[in-house]
């Protein structure tokens, strides 16, 4: 991954850091975003789909990505929320994955 990307990870984490604290509670609330995040996703996949008959098709592909992209990116601040470098644990996952498709 480009290194914008893990600079911004790290300073959202720093922003996190100074707004909110880091004990655990607020560990917990980074963790739980991700629930909110992919629940968005959800929701736009619902309305590409147009399954709501209310709304009828309300969302594109594209905006699923960009839903998918929030829970990447806040999975990878909560990575580091927890003091752990974000770069090794995706790195170190990539490659269990790997193994496995190997096999």
């Not at 008959?53 to 839903?67: C, I, M, N, Q, S």
């Not at 470098?85 to 193994?99: G, T």
């Amino acid at each position: 991954m480009d290194e914008s990307i893990w600079d911004a990870v790290r300073a959202s984490r720093g922003w996190l850091d100074a707004a909110n604290g880091t004990d655990d509670a607020e560990l917990t609330c980074r963790i739980l975003k991700l629930t909110e995040e992919a629940g968005e996703a959800a929701g736009a996949w619902i309305g590409v789909l147009g399954q709501n008959p209310r709304k009828g098709v309300t969302h594109r592909r594209e905006d699923v990505a960009a839903e998918l992209a929030d829970v990447v990116f806040t999975a990878l601040v909560a990575i580091e929320s927890l003091g752990l470098d974000a770069r090794s644990v995706v790195a170190a996952c990539a490659a269990k994955v790997r193994d496995r498709a190997s096999t």
